[in-house]
Structures are given as C-alpha cells and as structure tokens.
C-alpha cells in the first residue's frame, strides 16, 4: 500500500496555521519545450551545455530516460498530454485541427477540483481557437503573430506566479517555442555554441535544392539549434528562480516535457529531408524528455532515473495520481507513480503514430504509418510495408533495420500494433471527427510555422 500521498500531506499541513485547510493541494507547474529531442539536452547526456537549468532540475528530479511522444506535432502531441488520449482518439490529423469538446483536460480535471488554471504559450500552433484551452481560467498566446519569444512568455508566467492569490492551487501551464525552426537564437546563446548570426536554416524539411544546405549551412543551423536549446533552457531557469523566491517551491510539483523532438540533417544526405519533425518516425523525433520534481516533503522527493519506456500519454494519469484527483476515464495511458515509488510496472508496449500528409509527402513516404518501442527495440511500420526493427541499444539513430535477423520479435510488435490499432484507432466521438477541419482562420499562422497542408502541389501525385 502506497503511503506518500497522505505522508506528504501531513508534512504540508505542519506548516499551516489552524485558520488554513490542514491538507492543501499541491500546486502544479507544468514546463513545455517544443520540438526538443532528448539526446541534445545535457540533462541526457549531451556533451555540450544546451540545459544546465534542466540538469540542475534533474538533479532534484525523476527523470525518464525512455519518454516517447505520441505524433511529432505540437497540437497532437499536447492534447494526447491533456487528456492521455491519443491522437486517433482524439479525431486529430495534425496541426490546425480542433480539440473535442467532449475530451476532459487534465485544466478542466484541476478547475473542478477548485485550482486556479492559467496557461502561458509561445505559438499560434496552440491557438485557443483550437480548444486545447479546455479548463483553463485564461490562455495567453500571441493573437496576432505566429510566434513570440520564451522570453516574453515567461515575463508572462512570471507575473502570475509571483502575484498574491488566495488559498486556491494553482495549475500553470508554460509553453516554450524557441527550438521550433526557423532557429534565430539570442546572441549571448548563439556565441557559447559558435551559431552564425542570422535565420537559420535557409530551408527546411523536403528541401527543393540541396545546394541550400552544404555543409557549412548544416553546421550553422546544428549549432543554431542548440543555442535555442539554451535560449529555452534560460527561460525555465527564470521560472525556477521565481518559484523559489515566491517560497511556493515546497508545495508544487514541476514537470518539464516535450511534445516532439526535431531531425536535423541525418536524412537529408539519403533522403533530402532536414530540420523538421512530423513526416518520420524516429528517436530524433519521438525520444523526448520527462521529468518530474516532487516537493521536499514528499517521501520520494530527490533524483532517480527510469529506464522503462513510457508515453506522453502516460503524464496526466500520475500527475492525477500524485495530486490526489480521481483518475475517470477515458485516459489511455497509466500512472507512473508504482515507478516513482521504486515498484516495477507491467511491460508495455509505447505507440506513435504519424501524422497526416500531404500530397508532396504522401508520394515519398506513404499514407499512414506507426511506431512501436518494446524495451530497447523500436519497431515502425507503413502502410502495407513490412515492418522495420531496429536495436536502439547498438542503433540509437534507428540507421539499420534488423527485422530480418529478428523474425519473433518483428512478429510480436506486428501483433502489438493491430492490438493497438484496434483498441485506440478510432475516434472516441466519430461524429466529431468526421466535421473536424482545420480551421481557415489560422492557415497563414500555421503556413507561417511552416505547417501548410500539403495539397496545393497537385503535380505530386
């Protein structure tokens, strides 16, 4: 029997006067880094200094080594996050698509609980003309550009997290944009990585002449996209500070994540592909990171490391979890607290799909594809195409299929993904999905963010 929840509790009302509710709720600081892939944050390992702030957090923190997303876009990938249905479910294609109504939020779950809610983001890509706003008492985004600086977004959070509120917890939500291309970084950041000053990269995705990206142009946008790293990675250490200094550090709970990764250039010498996210499904686009600072209070408060693979499908079930709330259904993935407490969790299989594409995509790669990850060992598969397997623990670029030397496991993720598939592949309001489109007021914004549908090159078919 788990004890941490009402020991935490106890420890929390020894510091209340009479007058206060002798049990207060957690407060809930929850940190988005968009298109962030694990393995070029140091917290991970990476050998240059993209995320001291994120390390130092890590130090305090859970941290899952093996934290995938559920479809490389941002909206998908953030609304699987909220409700821990995935994106099949939830009837969304891609981008600019709207959120059920009908889906509760993990905003929606914490305002009828009695918090506070209140959200902060960087892009047009989480407009709250797209419902992703459901539950929460205000959404603070750009209305009239497709993006603003974290650093704007923070000052933001920043005057929220520091005015006086009554006794209410409270849910903030902050969205940081900085790593989505195109990648501009600050100069400061820009210097400690040797980034030329500038946009960077000169073209993105499929790119149409492959003399824009030599191998200088490579190195700059790498470079640039690790600066932006730390551009983000500053921000969330200013949220930090400013938590701390409010003296509410002790009774909130933080969570950092990420909604997709980013490919950088290690397709574009087979492929022509570079700088993007959405069309494949590789680490580099799914492996993202995960962690969790519990208050010092808390019975297991402090750093650990978990190497079992686990979704962002699975981060609004804990957190119900560790704040106390009922878990109602629907929700598709689990809690992850049995692994925070140091208990094993069942084996389970973690599943990504991509999303929708466009004509000129549709010809190179096909209509729909999945992933699978089974321990160390990342199946993917398209269409009617055998599946691919690949070792992550000797491949961790995921560059050769092993499918053919692995026959039994090739058999056994195949049988997972039509499991899946027919557990979670449909809409849970089909009538929803069938009139969902993606809303025409926000297609400069998302054509912008380099999001445009696909369908206009009818010579790609």
Known sequence: MRASLPVLALALAATCSPAQDPTPRLDLLLVSLDTTRADHLSAYGYGLPTSPALEALAAESHRF?????VMGL????????????????LGLPGNGFPVPSQAQTLAERLADAGYATRAFVSAGTLHRRLGIDQGFDAWDGPEDAPQRDGAETVERALAWLGAAHADAPRFTFVHLFDAHTWYEPPAACAELFDAPAGVHPPERGFVSDRAL???????AARAAYDAELRHADNQLARLLAALDASGR???????VVADPGEILDERFDAEGYAFDHGEYL???????PLLLRLPAAHPHAGAAIHAQPVGLIDVTPTLLELLGLPAEE???????????????????????????????????????????VDGAWLGVQRDSEPLRVYDLARDPEAARDVAAEE????TRMVAALDAWRAKHGAALWPEAAAGAQRDPDLDATLDALGYSSGDEDEDAD
């Open 65 to 69: 080594a093996a934290a995938y997303t």
């Open 74 to 89: 941002t909206l998908p990938a953030h609304a699987a996050l909220f409700t821990s249905l995935y994106p099949s479910e």
């Open 213 to 219: 990206l030599d191998a200088a142009a490579r190195r």
């Open 249 to 255: 550090a002790q009774r909130t709970l933080v969570v």
């Open 282 to 288: 590789t680490p580099a686009e799914l492996h993202v």
């Open 330 to 372: 629907p929700l598709s993935g689990r809690s992850l607290v049995p692994l925070i407490e140091g208990a094993p969790l069942p084996r389970r299989v973690v599943v990504s799909q991509r999303r929708e594409l466009g004509k000129v995509e549709r010809a190179l790669l096909g209509e729909a594809a999945w992933s699978v």
């Open 407 to 410: 026959p039994e496991r090739a």
